[in-house]
Nanobody, 121 residues
Framework: VQLQASGGGLVQAGGSLRLSCAAS????????MGWFRQAPGKEHEFVAA????????IYADSVKGRFTISRDNAKNTVYLQMDSLKPEDTAVYYC???????????????WGQGTQVTVSS
């Protein structure tokens, strides 16, 4: 599986961005998909994940109520809608795929390249 993330950019605090992650391969619809981020000098951090069907989602407490993960299996794409952005959301955001089908915050086998999100105060 190859993953290609896009949609990052520079936005003011309180603004919104939508990240996209396009996946190759016919098995996409069976994978759990996740978003992670890493800010300078900080550890890799789980952000959100969505089950293969799209019916179940989980979020980090730091983004709950502001970010929404969704997927379109017909387009092999997962999205991260980010609203009410804060400067502390500034990071490189990565999408990841887990073929096990388990909704998890860890153990993702496939990773895309990151997309930079910068939130100015």
């Amino acid at each position: 599986v190859q993953l290609q993330a896009s949609g990052g950019g520079l936005v003011q605090a309180g603004g919104s961005l939508r990240l996209s992650c396009a996946a190759s391969g016919r098995a996409f619809s069976s994978y759990t998909m996740g978003w992670f981020r890493q800010a300078p000098g900080k550890e890799h951090e789980f952000v959100a994940a969505i089950s293969w069907s799209g019916k179940r989602t989980i979020y980090a407490d730091s983004v709950k109520g502001r970010f929404t993960i969704s997927r379109d299996n017909a387009k092999n794409t997962v999205y991260l809608q980010m609203d009410s952005l804060k400067p502390e959301d500034t990071a490189v955001y990565y999408c990841a795929a887990d073929p096990s089908g388990v909704l998890t915050t860890m153990t993702y086998d496939y990773w895309g390249q990151g997309t930079q999100v910068t939130v100015s105060s």
